[in-house]
């Protein structure tokens, strides 16, 4: 996701091999814990926005110009909860911030996009119970985070055809956390 002649070589052979892509999900991203940024040394920004922003942005920038031509198609953004809801993001400001930047990427390209039939949303997950979030949060309760396959059946739903009429969503999926 880091290198944009790559991935549009990685769609064109996609495209060859199995036909025109029509549906795609983002989730490459990352997290850096910095604590509050005011004491942070190095608040991690650039690599925040490098793997939060930039590989929303070449992704976008590898598939749409396809779908964009045949006039249609549906991409799901992996978010998350501070992008939109700032406040719950203490002590990772940076990792914030780069998710609010990619969020505005998606409604920004959803707007770009809408008459030629292609649709851009993103869902906003809460902590995701994954093994690594279980290891460096062992004083959780992991039952309240949202689980990988609630995620995964919000992600199909948008990719759907009964999402028809959904675009520049942002879809919160915060369980209980």
């Known amino acids: 996701m880091t290198d944009l002649g790559a991935l549009r070589e990685a769609v064109r052979t996609i495209e060859t091999n199995l036909g ?101 949303n993103a869902v906003l997950p809460s902590t995701i119970d994954t093994p690594r979030n279980r290891q460096d949060m062992p004083q959780a309760d992991p039952r309240r985070w949202v689980s990988p396959e609630s995620i995964a059946g919000v992600i199909q739903f948008l990719l759907s055809d009964a999402a028809r009429d959904i675009s520049g969503a942002l879809v919160p999926v915060y369980a209980r956390a």
Do not use: C
Not at 63 to 87: E, F, K, T
Not at 94 to 119: F, H, I, M, P
């Open 20 to 120: 025109p892509i029509t549906g795609a999900a983002l989730i490459a991203g990352g997290f850096l814990y910095s604590g509050p940024l005011h004491l942070a040394e190095d608040d991690g920004a650039a690599a925040m926005f490098h793997m939060n922003v930039d590989t929303v942005s070449r992704g976008l920038r590898a598939l749409l110009p396809g779908m964009v031509s045949r006039g249609g198609g549906s991409v799901v953004i992996i978010g998350a909860r501070p992008g939109q809801r700032p406040w719950t993001g203490v002590g990772m400001a940076s990792y914030t911030a780069s998710k609010a930047a990619a969020l505005a990427l998606v409604q920004t390209t959803a707007a770009e996009v809408l008459e030629s039939g292609v649709r851009v």
